[in-house]
């Protein structure tokens, strides 16, 4: 099972940008999907946005689209995600995980990080 680690988490404006990484122990298998998920605080946690590990189209919640990107180094194993025009709303840990199922079901998610705060001030 790979290792997850999280980071780029931070505070902002709103209307600002984060970018998040996400490091992996291991090269994920070919037919793995990488995901981002978040919680808000009393909130249960939510899909964002999520794309296919060797390539191919990407998928993202309504409530983040035009706005977040998603993306990856393969060589180096790194998922991340470029949040821009941010709002209160987006404040959240964010959360990277991995599976083998193109779904935003969390179930389907064996490999998950710790989680790394983002905080979106007005």
């Known amino acids: 099972q790979v290792q997850l680690v999280e980071s780029g988490g931070g505070s902002v404006q709103d209307g600002g940008s984060l970018t998040l990484s996400c490091t992996s122990s291991?090269?994920?298998?070919?037919?793995?999907?990488l995901a981002w998920f978040r919680q808000a605080p009393g909130k249960e946690r939510e899909f964002v946005a999520l794309?296919?590990?060797?390539?191919?189209?990407?998928l993202y919640a309504d409530s983040v689209k035009g706005r977040f990107t998603i993306s990856r180094n393969n060589p180096k194993n790194i998922l991340y995600l470029q949040m821009s025009s941010l709002k209160v709303e987006d404040t959240a840990v964010y959360y990277c995980?991995?599976?083998?199922?193109?779904?935003?079901?969390?179930?389907?998610?064996?490999?998950w990080g710790q989680g790394t705060q983002v905080t979106v001030a007005s």
């Open positions: 794309l296919r590990w060797h390539g191919g189209s990407q």
């Open positions: 995980a991995v599976g083998s199922e193109y779904t935003t079901r969390l179930s389907a998610y064996a490999s």
């Open positions: 291991a090269r994920p298998f070919s037919r793995s999907v």
